[in-house]
């Protein structure tokens, strides 16, 4: 399967402060409000749709969850 990136997205490295596991979500997803900074995350199932969900830099919605994160590293319009 072939996805095209727009060259606008950016996708930042976040490390979900919980887990301490590491991602790279679109931009849209991550609130950085100084004091607190969140992810938010789709309720899809699967990783596949997750993956495309990132891909896509799908708007988040009021179904999906906050998680705590720390911004690691930012680079716009690649996939990293």
Known sequence: MLFHVVDST???V???TETNEVDVVPNTWVEDNRSKCVCWWPPYKTTQRVN???LLAEAPTEKWSSLAVKIMYEKPGEII
């Open 52 to 54: 495309s969900a990132k």
């Open 14 to 16: 976040v490390c979900f």
């Open 10 to 12: 950016m996708f930042v």
